[in-house]
């Protein structure tokens, strides 16, 4: 499988794991064993308390990208910025979070759900767009949405099943934002269903 560069970010292993947890040490924890697990590209949420210690202490890691995830003002992306993000992902399509982060040389990656908020995010400048909440829309409806605006990179967010992953990349999806599918098991867990995810969505890309 050849490479998926979107800014300088390799995009093609398809996988953010997501932290959203509720204290900076069990945050930490869940990073590093994503890490320990070969996630490529981890998502802070800014509902994580210490959320920009944690980017400015994982994004020092070689093979390693960080995503400042919901990110909700100017002030989110500039803070993710100087903490080491590289990535800013939100769950909405906001005009003032998608200009702060490509003036601030970021990828932005904005949630969208209706046809008029994937026209606004394109305008906007958005590099990906992050369909959400996915398993709520469902795999039909991204693809009636997907077709007016051809050549775009799609992520899924929001409650996908491991056993999905292959109908969620034949309707066009490049990537999967996953929190709970990766976390809800524990720390101990992790690299399990880190597995579990990274086979599928390779496995599935392959045979698109």
């Avoid at 991204?142 to 099943?161: E, H, I, Q, Y």
Wanted: glycine share 12%; hydrophobic share 40%.
């Amino acid at each position: 499988m050849s490479k998926e560069m979107i800014n300088g970010i390799d995009f093609s292993s398809g996988l953010v794991a997501i932290i959203r947890s509720n204290s900076i040490d069990e945050g930490r924890k869940f990073a590093q064993a994503f890490v320990d697990a070969g996630v490529e590209l981890i998502e802070f949420t800014t509902t994580t308390p210490g959320v920009f210690d944690l980017i400015e202490e994982f994004s020092g890691l070689n093979n390693i990208e960080i995503a400042l995830g919901t990110a909700m003002s100017k002030l989110d992306v500039e803070n993710g910025k100087k903490a080491g993000a590289k990535i800013v992902i939100s769950p909405h399509t906001s005009e003032e979070v998608i200009n702060a982060t490509k003036n601030a040389g970021l990828v932005s990656v904005p949630g969208v759900a209706t046809p008029t908020e994937i026209a606004d995010a394109l305008r906007y400048g958005a590099d990906i767009l992050k369909f959400f909440p996915a398993s709520s829309l469902g795999v039909n409806f991204l693809k009636s949405v997907r077709d007016p605006f051809p050549g775009n990179t799609w992520m899924a967010t929001g409650g996908v099943a491991l056993a999905d992953v292959g109908s969620w990349v034949k309707a066009g999806i490049s990537g999967f934002g996953l929190g709970g599918p990766l976390t809800s098991g524990g720390v101990s867990d992790v690299a399990n269903r880190v597995k579990d995810f990274q086979r599928a969505i390779l496995e599935s890309k392959n045979n698109s």
